[in-house]
């Protein structure tokens, strides 16, 4: 998928494999709110370059990243109305030949991303104001039934966004394929994870592609001290909170062995079980070394933070979808970070559910399966 080469039609069926909105409101409400949402982040992306000049430097990604979600919602209320993006563009065909390409909606092959002038700013208020337009002053947003009206006020936010994106020196294509991987990230057609990533090491410095860990809680004076034991030995030291509030942040460690049997990825198991791999120096140092260990305690912690404010996810098959971005930003120059979203998600929840577990009982057999990216918690009879 080629930002210079995408047709806006190929877009659009990109995008409507990736649309999670399809009967969930009634009419184009939902579709309609993603596009004011996402109007105004880029509003607000604008206004905090303005205001911080250079301080603000997550601007290029940021902004890059929601003109493509505004496209999004603009190809599924689109789609959802059984129009084409092609038709809301007839103003910049020149020719008949051939299906229309987000090149040739812009000027030049290539933006520079500019500082943002008062004119971008203009115009995404335009932008703003005809995305208004969707919705009459009771709050009811335009029907679907009435395609001639909506083809109109459709056409007039596109013809924005183009204008939006050209001032800005954002290459819509780029920002449309960014958008669609970002989507099949975290909602792929078919859920197939990558390789394990220690597949070509020696089997003694391999993540144990099977194994199960006891974990149960003593007693000892005032505090509580979490075990953990392997095959019938100790392993690590035990824990407790380390916090003024109990939290039974001693049961974390239930995190990091999700992460090793679904993401394959874990510094920390790896040191646990002495499983190294020692034989490359970079890979030892680089990856399984104390600064990737420190990396993943972090996400933990975070994670932890997060779930702890939402009953640790409970009933819960999904992960917000900011959180997941930042995980991804945590791990970023470690080989994690080519783990797709949606693996991510799975090994978040499939985490706190064995800390949900081990929570309530104080003590659960937890048992990896790294060929089957699974881990199931069992009964621990004391």
Known sequence: MD?????????????KTTDKTHGKATGLGLPILGLFGETGSLLSEVKKKQRDANAYDSY????????????????????????????????FRHSRDGPLTFAQLQPQPSLRLPFPTPEVSRTLLKLANAV????????????????????????????????AATEAGVTLGDAAVRNILKARDKWPLERTPPALFDIDFLPEEQLPRHLEI???????GEKAYVYQRCNGVNIGDRLT????????????????????AVLGWSPVTRALLKVKRKSKTKVDDGEDGLRAIIVEEGVAAYVFSRAKEHSFFENRDEVDLNLLKTVKGFVHGFESETCPLWLWEQAILTGNSAYRYLKEHRRGRLVLDLDKRSMTVQELVP
């Open 60 to 91: 290029e990604r940021g902004v890059i990243e929601e003109f493509g979600d505004a496209l999004w919602y603009l190809a599924i209320i689109a789609a959802q109305a059984d129009i084409s993006l092609e038709e809301l563009a007839t103003d």
């Open 241 to 260: 909170d380390n916090n003024i509030v109990e939290d039974f942040y001693r049961f974390h460690d239930a995190f990091h062995y999700a992460y090793a």
């Open 3 to 15: 930002g210079s080469t995408i047709t806006l039609n190929d877009y659009q069926t990109a995008a």
């Open 132 to 163: 208004g337009n969707l919705a009459n002053e009771h709050g009811e947003a335009v029907s679907k039934t009435d395609r001639p009206l909506l083809l109109s006020k459709l056409s007039v936010i596109f013809r924005n966004l183009i204008d």
């Open 214 to 220: 006891e974990i149960f809680e003593r007693p000892s």
